[in-house]
């Protein structure tokens, strides 16, 4: 016997179990998403990982911080009408700025 064949009777679940069944399942469903929803967000997009990989190069050839060598690569971006992403890849593959 199952719930659906339970419920057509009359007064197969109360209002109280109504409310349990229902807490009982919003519980459930948190638990089973929250680990896949962490590994999602605890993760680095491969975009944030390029950018650490061309600041990194960028700080231990230069001998710079990390904030200068951002702006190394913002001001370089902007200064020669190029996207930063464009920038950031070419630096992580030549090792340096084009």
């Known amino acids: 016997m199952?719930?659906?064949?339970?419920?057509?009777?009359?007064?197969?679940?109360t209002e109280v179990s109504q409310t349990a069944g229902v807490l009982l399942a919003s519980h459930a469903a948190v638990a089973l998403s929250s680990p896949a929803h962490t590994l999602r967000w605890?993760?680095?997009?491969?975009?944030?990982?390029?950018?650490?990989?061309?600041?990194?190069?960028?700080?231990?050839?230069?001998?710079?911080?990390e904030n200068d060598a951002f702006n190394?690569?913002?001001r370089y971006s902007?200064?020669?009408?190029?996207?930063?992403?464009?920038?950031?890849?070419q630096v992580s593959e030549q090792g340096r700025l084009p």
């Not at 199952?2 to 679940?13: C, K, N, P, T």
């Open 78 to 89: 902007q200064d020669n009408n190029v996207k930063l992403s464009g920038i950031v890849r």
């Open 2 to 13: 199952d719930l659906h064949s339970l419920e057509h009777a009359a007064a197969a679940f």
């Open 72 to 74: 190394v690569l913002r």
């Open 42 to 65: 605890n993760r680095p997009s491969p975009r944030a990982t390029r950018s650490g990989q061309a600041m990194a190069l960028l700080m231990a050839r230069h001998y710079i911080a």
